[in-house]
Protein backbone atom coordinates (compact mmCIF):
# COMPACT_ATOMS: atom_id res chain seq x y z
CA UNK A 1 0.00 0.00 0.00
CA UNK A 2 2.68 2.09 0.49
CA UNK A 3 2.76 5.62 2.76
CA UNK A 4 0.62 8.56 1.61
CA UNK A 5 3.12 11.22 0.47
CA UNK A 6 2.66 15.24 0.82
CA UNK A 7 4.98 17.45 -0.84
CA UNK A 8 5.76 20.49 -2.35
CA UNK A 9 6.26 23.33 1.00
CA UNK A 10 8.21 25.67 1.47
CA UNK A 11 9.68 28.93 2.94
CA UNK A 12 7.60 32.13 1.16
CA UNK A 13 6.52 35.71 1.46
CA UNK A 14 2.94 37.05 2.36
CA UNK A 15 1.32 37.00 -1.45
CA UNK A 16 3.45 34.30 -2.60
CA UNK A 17 2.11 31.20 -4.17
CA UNK A 18 2.86 27.49 -3.31
CA UNK A 19 1.24 24.21 -4.79
CA UNK A 20 1.19 20.83 -2.36
CA UNK A 21 0.84 17.87 -3.68
CA UNK A 22 -0.78 14.68 -2.09
CA UNK A 23 -0.05 10.70 -3.28
CA UNK A 24 -3.06 8.89 -0.80
CA UNK A 25 -2.59 5.55 0.59
CA UNK A 26 -5.16 3.25 1.27
CA UNK A 27 -8.07 3.79 -1.08
CA UNK A 28 -10.85 1.32 -0.66
CA UNK A 29 -13.51 0.68 -3.33
CA UNK A 30 -16.34 2.78 -1.68
CA UNK A 31 -16.91 6.78 -2.38
CA UNK A 32 -13.47 7.76 -1.30
CA UNK A 33 -12.47 11.83 0.32
CA UNK A 34 -8.98 12.96 0.29
CA UNK A 35 -8.98 16.26 2.67
CA UNK A 36 -6.01 18.66 3.48
CA UNK A 37 -5.64 19.69 7.32
CA UNK A 38 -3.08 21.56 8.84
CA UNK A 39 -1.58 22.16 12.15
CA UNK A 40 0.48 25.54 13.62
CA UNK A 41 2.55 24.45 16.33
CA UNK A 42 0.06 24.06 20.15
CA UNK A 43 -2.87 24.10 17.82
CA UNK A 44 -4.86 21.30 16.82
CA UNK A 45 -5.27 20.17 13.18
CA UNK A 46 -7.47 21.74 11.33
CA UNK A 47 -9.46 21.28 7.83
CA UNK A 48 -8.37 23.25 4.66
CA UNK A 49 -9.90 21.73 1.71
CA UNK A 50 -11.02 18.49 0.51
CA UNK A 51 -11.99 16.74 -2.62
CA UNK A 52 -13.77 14.01 -3.90
CA UNK A 53 -11.67 10.82 -5.44
CA UNK A 54 -13.22 11.78 -9.23
CA UNK A 55 -12.39 15.48 -8.45
CA UNK A 56 -15.86 16.85 -8.60
CA UNK A 57 -16.97 18.00 -5.76
CA UNK A 58 -14.82 20.01 -3.34
CA UNK A 59 -15.02 21.94 0.07
CA UNK A 60 -13.46 24.36 1.65
CA UNK A 61 -12.48 26.34 5.45
CA UNK A 62 -13.75 29.56 5.43
CA UNK A 63 -10.54 31.28 6.10
CA UNK A 64 -9.11 29.48 2.69
CA UNK A 65 -12.30 30.07 -0.12
CA UNK A 66 -10.97 32.07 -2.96
CA UNK A 67 -7.15 31.75 -2.51
CA UNK A 68 -6.34 27.52 -2.32
CA UNK A 69 -8.09 25.55 -4.84
CA UNK A 70 -7.99 21.56 -4.11
CA UNK A 71 -7.95 19.34 -7.42
CA UNK A 72 -7.70 15.58 -8.96
CA UNK A 73 -5.26 15.02 -11.77
CA UNK A 74 -7.77 13.01 -13.66
CA UNK A 75 -5.34 10.18 -14.88
CA UNK A 76 -3.30 9.39 -11.73
CA UNK A 77 -3.41 9.55 -8.18
CA UNK A 78 -2.08 12.63 -7.19
CA UNK A 79 -4.10 15.36 -5.28
CA UNK A 80 -3.31 19.02 -5.81
CA UNK A 81 -3.27 22.12 -3.54
CA UNK A 82 -2.69 25.04 -5.19
CA UNK A 83 -2.41 28.37 -2.05
CA UNK A 84 -2.59 31.93 -3.44
CA UNK A 85 -2.33 34.42 -1.71
CA UNK A 86 -0.55 32.99 1.04
CA UNK A 87 -0.38 34.95 4.78
CA UNK A 88 1.43 34.31 7.72
CA UNK A 89 -1.59 32.79 9.46
CA UNK A 90 -1.01 29.84 6.59
CA UNK A 91 1.99 28.80 8.58
CA UNK A 92 1.54 25.13 9.65
CA UNK A 93 2.16 21.05 8.73
CA UNK A 94 0.32 20.66 6.52
CA UNK A 95 -1.18 16.78 6.14
CA UNK A 96 -3.44 14.89 3.73
CA UNK A 97 -5.66 11.87 5.05
CA UNK A 98 -8.33 9.85 3.42
CA UNK A 99 -11.80 8.89 4.30
CA UNK A 100 -14.99 7.41 2.44
CA UNK A 101 -18.66 8.74 2.01
CA UNK A 102 -20.08 12.46 1.08
CA UNK A 103 -18.97 15.71 1.74
CA UNK A 104 -20.88 17.17 4.60
CA UNK A 105 -19.84 18.85 8.01
CA UNK A 106 -18.40 15.32 9.31
CA UNK A 107 -15.32 16.06 6.35
CA UNK A 108 -13.87 18.91 8.05
CA UNK A 109 -13.25 16.59 11.13
CA UNK A 110 -9.37 15.18 11.22
CA UNK A 111 -10.83 12.08 13.30
CA UNK A 112 -12.32 10.87 10.51
CA UNK A 113 -9.43 10.04 8.07
CA UNK A 114 -6.88 8.03 8.26
CA UNK A 115 -3.75 6.82 6.17
CA UNK A 116 -2.20 10.42 7.51
CA UNK A 117 1.50 11.24 5.77
CA UNK A 118 3.71 13.15 7.39
CA UNK A 119 3.44 16.27 6.30
CA UNK A 120 5.05 19.24 4.71
CA UNK A 121 5.79 22.41 6.02
CA UNK A 122 5.03 25.71 4.86
CA UNK A 123 6.12 28.67 6.07
CA UNK A 124 4.93 32.74 4.98
CA UNK A 125 7.09 35.30 6.32
CA UNK A 126 5.50 38.82 6.80
Known amino acids: QGETAESGGGLVKTGDSLRLSCVPS????????VGWFRQAPGKERTFVAAVTWGGDNTMYADSVKGRFTISKDSAGNTVYLQMNSLEPEDTAVYYC???????????????????WGRGTQVTVSS
Open 97 to 115: GVTTGRLNIATKIWKVYRN
Open 26 to 33: GRTNGPTI
